[in-house]
């Protein structure tokens, strides 16, 4: 197997574990944000070292298209990442729920915000996955935090879900609500949050490419 398809491969696998893990501890928590934040944060720290070598462990379309508008892998690359993301995303989503058919959570990420005023809640998803990707630029694209960029961009992510997982769920991963979202079967807010949380990647990956760039 080449490096493309190593590559490709762990980033479908990675994505698989990430959205199945989240959103069996969102099952759990009983509306108790501490348990999805750190399972998801504590997930990303694993996968970073697990997954690092291999594809550099995005495991989120906003973190692709991040590093796609910043110049940092090619279109082909994006895409394939793309669609092993949202492969592994979904089939992680069924999965969980073949194996808790009894749930009627599903491991959404919604919140307070999402059904009322869902642009907002896209409004904070864009913010807080601006504030996730610029932290994967400067720890892990620019090597400012050497071998802790696995730890510092998982602790990120829970202090952004315990910041917003109460209003939207804090997703910051379309990857991660797209899945659950299908096996819920309430796509109403899936747009919004896309617009939300990729524009968040984007804007993330132009700022700290052009406007923050590393000065090595």
């Known amino acids: 197997m080449n490096k493309f398809m190593r590559a490709t491969l762990a980033e479908f696998v990675g994505t698989f574990i990430l959205v199945f893990v989240g959103s069996a501890a969102v099952v759990n928590a009983n509306g108790n944000v501490l348990i999805p934040a750190f399972a998801h944060g504590l997930a990303v720290v694993g996968l970073a070292y697990t997954y690092g070598h291999?594809?550099?462990?995005?495991?989120?379309?906003?973190?692709?298209?991040?590093?796609?508008?910043?110049?940092?892998?090619?279109?082909?690359?994006?895409?394939?990442?793309?669609?092993?993301q949202f492969a592994g995303g979904i089939l992680a989503a069924f999965v969980l729920f073949a194996l808790i058919p009894t749930t009627d959570?599903?491991?959404?990420?919604?919140?307070?915000?999402?059904?009322?005023?869902?642009?907002?809640?896209?409004?904070?998803?864009?913010?807080?996955?601006?504030?996730l990707v610029g932290t994967i630029y400067q720890t892990a694209i620019y090597k400012k935090a050497d071998n802790f960029a696995g730890i510092a961009i998982g602790l990120t992510l829970t202090m952004?879900?315990?910041?917003?997982?109460?209003?939207?769920?804090?997703?910051?991963?379309?990857?991660?609500?797209?899945?659950?979202?299908?096996?819920?079967?309430?796509?109403?807010?899936?747009?919004?949050?896309?617009?939300?949380?990729?524009?968040?990647?984007?804007?993330?990956?132009?700022?700290?490419?052009?406007?923050?760039?590393?000065n090595d």
């Open 105 to 131: 959570d599903y491991g959404v990420t919604t919140g307070s915000l999402t059904e009322g005023s869902v642009w907002m809640a896209a409004a904070m998803e864009a913010i807080l996955t601006f504030v």
């Open 160 to 214: 952004l879900i315990l910041a917003g997982g109460p209003f939207t769920g804090a997703s910051l991963n379309p990857a991660r609500t797209l899945g659950p979202a299908i096996v819920a079967g309430n796509l109403s807010y899936v747009l919004p949050y896309f617009v939300g949380i990729f524009g968040g990647g984007a804007l993330a990956g132009l700022f700290h490419t052009y406007v923050l760039p590393s």
């Open 54 to 84: 291999v594809s550099g462990t995005q495991i989120n379309p906003a973190v692709t298209l991040g590093f796609l508008v910043g110049g940092k892998m090619s279109l082909q690359e994006a895409i394939a990442d793309w669609i092993a």
